[in-house]
Each structure stands twice: as structure tokens, then as C-alpha cells.
């Protein structure tokens, strides 16, 4: 679990506000949900025969009331969860989208860590391929105003629950006659979740896996003539993509459209966003039965493709820091940094004193546009000394409203 330091949380906010600023603009409105949630919620959406589950989970027991409970390693339950619980399903389909930390015990690596951040977007009540497309274009604009290159889409169909029922029995068959090259971990998901081996990272069995039936020749009627029309959508907005027959992503609960938005430049950990259509899920959590689809992005895997000097940057430096030298200076310098916070200008008073040569190094430091200095001289006047630090100029005496109107030409 990482630290992030002044700079990287500069980049971090401006990253979700433009991610929230994307998702406004195609009616997506914020929900936040507690970071612990019961147990039973994840072990009943994801399945109990994954490696979330299985392996990856934060649990412990609540000692004051003897609940399980888990540091939510997914956005998705809880946000059908809690709109489910507070009647936000009764006839409004929902545009919602989420942003937080959520938790995963794994082996930490480049892209990858046990407390990471994600937003995620859910479209509750929408049945029809429209809106599986929309979050896909959607997620294309946004790559383009990050600036990301690099970065493909891949898409398959799970079908539906038929569809998957016969699909599941021709694997485990299939699987069967090449037990001897099954892992342990492929062996223990053989009868209770023979899809989830499709997923293997493996090498010894990439080749076989790659030659296993595959679920999209299989698809009935409505899911072929659904994922038709995503991708019709897709083309309509040049979106490309591109078919991955062994796309099933790590949870239990999806059906029929699934994607991934992937890159070649962070290693093995090459997802920074995925998602798809989950319809079963609110009437799974005790909702009255729903369609929805959604999908989660990576923050870490995101910010680690945007190189330093985008338009995301580093921190911003003030526009101004001031200087000041004894006690009616200090105050006379509160009073000016006010006025022009009230202006919406970012202004640093210095702290801890010190002489006004030492002041001036700190304000150089800043990265301020212009030190203002503050002595007994200034406050007699009311006006401030104004020393440009980053363009030509000379050192000039202004009164409050002057400054301002300065520090307007350079924000």
C-alpha cells in the first residue's frame, strides 16, 4: 500500500476530475459507498471460486456484533447494493459512478497493489446494446483527452445463462481429455468454474486453452444479434476493437458484452479498464430484477501511462508567496493574502521568519510567479512591494487591487 506524495496527489485529483468531468457529460451522477462492506455481499456477486475470493480478500470478523466483514476489493456490488437498499431502482434507470480506494491481497508489482484506486461507472435499467456501446465510447473519449496512446479494446459475449450452461459442459469435456496438462489451480476450478481457466496466465497451457470451444460460436439468437449491436454502435462511433474469444473477466456475475481496455506499455499488467454487462445481479442482491452494465479504471495503471508535462502536470505553484518582516508586516500580510484568495488566487504567506534574503530563496522555490514583499515601509503605504520571479520586470510598489489585477494577466 503506497504513499502518494504531494505532487502524485496533484496528479491523482486532476486525473478524477477529469474522468468525472467526462462521465457528467453523458448524465453520469456520484455515489459513494463505505469502504467495508459484509462479507456475504462479494462471496455471493463475484463467486466463491475465484481468485478475489478465494485468495485476495481482506476479511475479519466484527468483534462487537460477530459479522464478516471485508475491505471491498470491487466497486460493483456495493454501488447495486446500495441502490437496491435506498429504492433508487423503482422506475428511474440510473447513470451512477463511483471513486475510492478498494483492497486485493496480492503480490505486489508495477501496476498492481493491494490498496489501488478506481473509478467505476454502472448503468442500471438499460437493456439494449446502446448503452454497453456508450460506456465504450465514452471510455474512447477519454483516452483521447488524457492524451493515451497505445491503448486497444477487446470485446467478447458470454451470452447468456443457456448459452453458458452448454458452453460449460463442452469445456469441462474438453478440459477433461487434457487433465494431464491442467495446473492445480485449473484442476480445482474443472467442475465448480471451468471458465475462469480460460483466464489462465499459464504458459504451459496457453496453447491448449487457445484451442478449447469457444463461447461466442455458441451464442443464442438474442446475444449474438445483442453483441452484433455493439458492435454496429462501436463502428458508427470508430471505435475499434477487437474479438478475444477468451475475454471472461475475474467475477461471477457477468453476462453477454464484456471489454477490456489494454496497453503493451505497463508489462503483465497491461488492463487499465474493464468491464461489461452483469443483468442478473440486482435480483442476485434481492432488487427487483434489472439489466445493467458498468465498468471500473485503474488510477495507478492510468497515471503510470501519462508521461511527466501532460496536461495532468505536477503540482501548481502559487501565484504569488510573500515575504514579510516583523509583527505589523505579518499581519498586514495575512490581510493581502486574503483579499486575493477571495479572488480566487492561490498565495503563500511565509512561515517560521527568518531574514528577507532567506524569504526570497523559499519564494523562489515555490514556483511562484511573483514574491510580494511586505516591511514597515509597505505597511505605512498599504501597498506591497511586487518582485517578478519567473518573467522580466522590475520591482515595483502596488496597492492591493493593483496586485490583483496582476496576478489576473498571469492565472
Known amino acids: 500500500m503506497n504513499d502518494l506524495l504531494p505532487a502524485q496527489a496533484a496528479r491523482y485529483r486532476r486525473l478524477v476530475e477529469c474522468v468525472a468531468g467526462v462521465l457528467a457529460r453523458y448524465g453520469y451522477s456520484e455515489l459513494r459507498t463505505p469502504v467495508l462492506e459484509r462479507t456475504e455481499l462479494f462471496v455471493r456477486t463475484i463467486g466463491e471460486v475465484t481468485d478475489i475470493v478465494e485468495k485476495e480478500m481482506y476479511t475479519f470478523r466484527d468483534e462487537l456484533n460477530g459479522e464478516s466483514l471485508t475491505l471491498r476489493p470491487e466497486g460493483t456490488a456495493a454501488c447495486v447494493r446500495a441502490a437496491i437498499e435506498h429504492n433508487m431502482l423503482y422506475g428511474t434507470p440510473q447513470r451512477l459512478w463511483y471513486e475510492g480506494p478498494m483492497f486485493r491481497h496480492e503480490r505486489p508489482q508495477k501496476g498492481r497493489y493491494r490498496q489501488f484506486h478506481q473509478v467505476g461507472c454502472e448503468a442500471i435499467g438499460f437493456a439494449g446494446p446502446d448503452i454497453d456501446a456508450e460506456q465504450i465510447v465514452l471510455c474512447a473519449r477519454l483516452w483521447r483527452e488524457l492524451g493515451l496512446q497505445d491503448v486497444s479494446l477487446e470485446i467478447n459475449s458470454l451470452g447468456d445463462a443457456a448459452t453458458r450452461a452448454a458452453h460449460r459442459e463442452r ?17 480445482r476450478r474443472l467442475h465448480a468454474n471451468p471458465l475462469r481457466i480460460l483466464d489462465t496466465k499459464n504458459p504451459a ?10 463461447l461466442v460460436d455458441m451464442l ?3 446475444s449474438a444479434a445483442h453483441f452484433d449491436g455493439v458492435r454496429e454502435r462501436l463502428a458508427d462511433a ?12 475475474g467475477l461471477d456475475y457477468y453476462n453477454r458484452t464484456v471489454f477490456e481496455w489494454v496497453t503493451t506499455r505497463l508489462g503483465a499488467q497491461g488492463t487499465i479498464c474493464a468491464g461489461g454487462r452483469y443483468d442478473g445481479l440486482v435480483e442476485q442482491l434481492g432488487g427487483r430484477a434489472a439489466p445493467a452494465c458498468g465498468f471500473a479504471m485503474g488510477l495507478e495503471r492510468i497515471l503510470a501511462l501519462i508521461d511527466d508535462g501532460d496536461a495532468l502536470g505536477g503540482l501548481q505553484p502559487p501565484a504569488a508567496y510573500i515575504v514579510h518582516q516583523g509583527e505589523p508586516a505579518a499581519r498586514f500580510a495575512v490581510e493581502v493574502a486574503e483579499g486575493l484568495r477571495d479572488l480566487g488566487h492561490a498565495v503563500v504567506v511565509h512561515g517560521g521568519g527568518g531574514k528577507f534574503a532567506a524569504q526570497m530563496k523559499r519564494a523562489d522555490a515555490s514556483g511562484a510567479q511573483y514574491a510580494l514583499i511586505v516591511g514597515e515601509a509597505e505597511v505605512a503605504a498599504r501597498k506591497v512591494g511586487v518582485k517578478p520571479l519567473r518573467v522580466a520586470g522590475e520591482q515595483q510598489m502596488l496597492a492591493p487591487d493593483a496586485v490583483a489585477a496582476l496576478l489576473s494577466g498571469h492565472c
Open 171 to 187: 469445456l469441462v469435456a474438453y478440459f477433461e481429455q487434457h487433465r494431464e496438462l491442467l495446473d492445480e489451480d485449473a484442476l
Open 205 to 214: 497451457m496457453q496453447q491448449m486453452v487457445a484451442e478449447a470451444p469457444k
Open 220 to 222: 443464442d439468437a438474442e
Open 238 to 249: 470508430g471505435v475499434a476493437c477487437t474479438l478475444n474469444p477468451r475475454l471472461v473477466r
